[in-house]
Structure formats: C-alpha cells, structure tokens
C-alpha cells in the first residue's frame, strides 16, 4: 500500500483565493483525519470523518474552512477565502476502526505546507 | 477531555547513550490508548510506540520502549542505543473516552543527537 497520500505537497496562494487540499486514505481504514501545525498551536484536529461521515468538525477555525468526504478514498479540505494566518502544514491522517483495546495507530500522510501570502 | 503534556522542548544525547523523553497527561477514562510518533525534519509523521490504558507490561518496539506508569499518568519514551538519525521532534499522543477516534497531541521535545 502506498500510505495516504496528499497534494499538492506545496502550495502558495494569495489571500482570498481558494484553496482545495486533497487525502486518498490507505484503502480499508474507517476514519480520515485533516491536522493542522503550526509552530504557535502545535498539532490540532480539524475534523474526521468514520465511513464518509464527519464526526467531530469543532476543530475548524470558522466558515471559510470547509471539508467533504464523498467516498471511502477521498477527502478534500477547502479553505475560501484563505488568509495569511492560515499557513501552516496540513495533514491527513488515517485509522482502521478504533477500539478500547487494540493498537489503531493513525497513518499520516507527507502533509501540505500552505503558505497564503 | 485529554490532556498530554511534554515539559521538554529540547533534549540532547550523544550517540550510543539512552535518552527518556517526559509525557504526561490526564484524562478521566478508564479506557485509552498513548501513542509516540517521530517527526523528522523532512515533515512526515512516524508511528513509533503504542502502549494501551489495560496493557500490564510496558510497550517496546526495537529500540523504543514506552514507560508507563499509570498511576502517575506517564508515558515516557526510551531510546535505547540512540542514533544520528534519531534526531527529530518526538510527539506524544493519546486518545480515549468518547472520542476515541481523534488524538490529542503534546507540543513535542525536539531530540538531537551529537557524535
């Protein structure tokens, strides 16, 4: 298996284009997960999603950030208009089915480092 | 909610020695997993250890162990025989309770390790 996969790996924008990250989780894994760092809050949870459907959204910033899951190998995260403040480096991450008692490492992907100028 | 605390923004070991790398965190779930993940200066995310709350014997992969000591709420990192590519910011993560599909990640130690 090729891991998850992310693109672009780098992408400048200008403030108040629209921005469109994309995730093809690792085949078979129930939950996909969209992180933010940056070097003033660390690692933070956006949102994830179990078999398509968004669980958890209270991560994202506000309005202008936005993310869909049609199918079980694709998740965008779409950020409009983008801001300066929004650089960072975004990852995706995904999971087999988490149990109390079972090892369910998350597998991240190579990550999108944004900057909006 | 969880909460995970790593109180050393850097450590430095020199090569061939052991390093511990502090965690600890809180949380009122009975049930919950720590997790440990190496981020090298390339910017990927790396799975290291895994140590869950009902575990008795404490987690070892190769030459990381995980020291975990419930009662304390800790969950140490040891690197055994540390190595120049050891070099990293080293996360410490956990999920539980509720919300078991989502980590709560400390802040990081950034390792270096010297020849």
């Known amino acids: 298996d090729a891991g998850v996969i992310q693109s672009p790996r780098h992408e400048v924008t200008e403030m108040g284009q629209e921005v469109t990250l994309r995730c093809k989780p690792i085949?078979?894994?129930?939950?996909l997960f969209w992180y933010r760092q940056t070097m003033m809050r660390g690692l933070e949870l956006l949102i994830y999603?179990?078999?398509?459907?968004?669980?958890?959204d209270s991560g994202m910033p506000e309005d202008r950030f936005s993310a869909k899951m049609p199918n079980a190998s694709f998740s965008t995260l779409k950020i409009q208009p983008s801001e300066p403040r929004d650089s960072a480096v975004y990852f995706c991450?995904?999971?087999?089915?988490?149990?109390?008692?079972?090892?369910?490492?998350?597998?991240f992907g190579q990550g999108t480092r944004l900057t909006v100028v | 909610a969880q909460k995970i605390t790593q109180t050393q923004p850097g450590m430095f070991v020199q090569e061939k020695e052991a390093v511990t790398l502090d965690c600890t965190y809180d949380?009122?779930?009975?049930?919950?997993?720590l997790f440990w993940y190496k981020q090298p200066s390339s910017g990927e995310m790396i799975f290291l250890i895994y140590?869950?709350?009902?575990?008795?014997q404490n987690a070892t992969e190769g030459r990381y162990s995980l020291n975990f000591q419930k009662a304390r709420k800790s969950a140490n990192l040891v690197i055994s025989a540390s190595q120049l590519g050891d070099s990293a910011m080293y996360f410490c993560?956990?999920?539980?309770?509720?919300?078991?599909?989502?980590?709560?990640f400390g802040r990081g130690t950034q390792l270096t390790v010297w020849p």
């Open positions: 140590q869950g709350s009902y575990d008795q």
């Open positions: 949380t009122s779930d009975p049930s919950y997993g």
């Open positions: 991450a995904s999971s087999l089915e988490v149990d109390h008692l079972t090892n369910t490492e998350a597998f």
């Open positions: 085949s078979g894994h129930d939950y």
């Open positions: 999603f179990n078999n398509n459907v968004p669980i958890d």
């Open positions: 993560a956990m999920n539980g309770g509720s919300t078991l599909g989502r980590l709560y």
